[in-house]
């Protein structure tokens, strides 16, 4: 359904980009009535999130448009409310049953939701989904063709690949991730950037550098191979990461935001996608994309050569070492591919457009419910406010990230416009883009392992 919309793919596409568009700015005397009126609504809209799957349910009629402008006349005040530790008084979250499993994950994509909605009170109309919080998706497109298919289950989870129909929504780490010290989106963008200033490109170590866990997947360990030895360098530096020493030391090692010192950065998919993906765009660095199998929410938006550098998953090794080389023979169109995949992530894919997407999603999505969602009976409350207050562990980390990442009252502006959907052909001539810079890479591969034989 959502493939058919085509919305999944087109909120931070290339072409045809469009800039999200805001409305013009109010007048001062609009903007004051509007504050007046947001004031008056803030106080009665009513929102609710339950599920059966999850369940948003809200009185749409009592809320306001909200204030948009974006150079404003006079300043706007930020309206922010106050955090209640005993009732957040306006917003809810149900989910059915009691929740089971594990805790920590399962509280995570629900208070997403929560926190979505205080952003845009209002902007949801009620609603239920589905999410499942398997890293793997798992709706087979194959079984649903042929004359006796039925539709699709509509079903959200963090990652698709080709073969697969699952939605695709944010990921929990945009919230921070208190167990491996990861700290909300917004504010690591901040240190990346600031990072970026100090560490630059042309004076950061001329190897591939990738930190990770080679454990969950095969694939990682045959990265493991190309790392340096006395024998051999293929320019990749690999470390392990060892999360339960990396706690002992108070993660002093792990710090994303300090983890842009190489001029080249790997990327590799663990037994999913994987959350790193943001952090390692984010750096400057040129991202080394080992072939992806799955998808997130922005990353098909994104092109190879343009954004990232294509690295073949059958030939890590040699690919890796042609790729370091390229990049330093060709240094400053190494240090742009760099720069604009930190741009887009600093621009695309900030906080406010990850919750643009989610206000998007959500809404094309309930526009195709043929029911009437209901609060299941028995259904657990959820309340973001209270398990931000009553967040413990980690140190404290857990409570403080939750907290920063708390949206403490409405969005002053209004969410960006939705763009229409690809047209075919330029759906075709994007992909297919994608598919001829991946062949050129490999091309040029080629050539050099081929040259360099020879002169052997
Ligand atoms: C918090 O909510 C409770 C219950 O709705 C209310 O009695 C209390 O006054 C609120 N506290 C603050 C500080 O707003
Ligand atoms: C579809 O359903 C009809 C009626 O039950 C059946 O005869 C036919 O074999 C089915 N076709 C497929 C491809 O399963
Ligand atoms: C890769 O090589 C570097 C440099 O010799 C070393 O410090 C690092 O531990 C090695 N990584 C692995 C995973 O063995």
């Known amino acids: 359904m959502l493939q058919r919309s085509g919305l999944a793919g087109h909120l931070f596409e290339k072409p045809p980009w469009r800039p999200p568009s805001k409305r013009r700015p109010p007048t001062t005397v609009a903007l004051l009535v509007l504050t007046v009126f947001l004031m008056a609504a803030l106080v009665t809209y009513s929102l ?69 909605t205080s952003k845009y009170p209002g902007g949801l109309p009620d609603l239920e989904i589905m999410f499942d919080t398997e890293d793997r998706p798992g709706i087979r497109s194959r079984d649903y063709i042929g004359p006796n298919a039925t539709a699709p ?21 945009f919230w921070g991730w208190a ?71 108070g993660f002093k090692q792990s710090n994303v935001a300090d983890q842009c010192t190489y001029r080249y950065k790997i990327y590799i998919e663990g037994y999913a996608w994987s959350v790193s993906e943001k952090y390692i765009l984010a750096c400057d660095s040129v991202t080394f994309m080992v072939q992806p199998q799955f998808y997130d929410f922005f990353m098909r938006s994104m092109q190879p050569v343009e954004h990232y550098w294509p690295i073949r998953d059958d030939d890590k090794c040699r690919s890796l070492k042609f790729a370091v080389d390229w990049g330093n023979n060709h240094k400053k169109k190494a240090h742009e591919i760099g720069k604009a995949a930190s741009s887009f992530m600093q ?26 969602p209901r609060i299941p009976e028995g259904a657990t409350e959820l309340c973001s406010e209270v398990m931000a207050c009553h967040a413990e562990g980690q140190q404290g980390r857990k409570k403080k990230f939750m907290m920063e990442s708390l949206v403490k009252g409405p969005s002053i502006t209004n969410p960006c416009t939705l763009p229409p959907p690809y047209d075919r052909l330029a759906l075709a001539a994007f992909l297919r883009r994608k598919d001829n810079s991946i062949l050129q890479v490999k091309k040029w591969e080629e050539g050099y392992w081929e040259s360099l034989n020879k002169q052997q």
């Not at 989870?157 to 695709?168: A, M, P, S």
């Not at 901040?190 to 190897?207: A, F, L, T």
């Open 48 to 116: 609710w999130i339950g599920t059966s799957g999850v369940l948003i349910k809200n009185s749409r009629d009592k809320t306001s448009s909200v204030v948009v402008s974006k150079k404003p006349k006079v300043p706007i005040q930020r309206i922010e409310i106050p955090l209640n530790c005993t009732n957040d008084g306006s917003t809810k979250i149900y989910v059915p049953g009691k929740p089971r499993g594990s805790r920590g994950a399962w509280w995570k994509e629900r208070t997403e939701l929560r926190r979505f």
């Open 153 to 173: 289950p509509p079903l959200f989870r963090y990652c698709g690949d080709k073969e697969t129909l699952d939605i695709v929504f944010p990921d929990w780490s």
């Open 179 to 249: 167990e491996i010290n990861i700290k909300p989106w917004d504010s690591i963008l901040k240190e990346i950037k600031e990072g970026n200033r100090k560490i630059k490109w042309i004076d950061r170590e001329p190897y591939a550098y990738w930190k990770g866990n080679p454990f969950v997947d095969e694939n990682r360990q045959d990265l493991l191979k190309c790392n340096v030895t006395d024998q051999q360098d293929w320019n990749a530096r690999l470390f392990i990461q060892d999360w339960i020493l990396e706690g002992q030391q």
């Open 347 to 372: 621009e695309q894919l900030k906080m406010d457009y990850v919750y643009d997407y989610m206000y998007h999603l959500l809404n094309e999505y309930a526009k195709l419910l043929k029911f009437e």
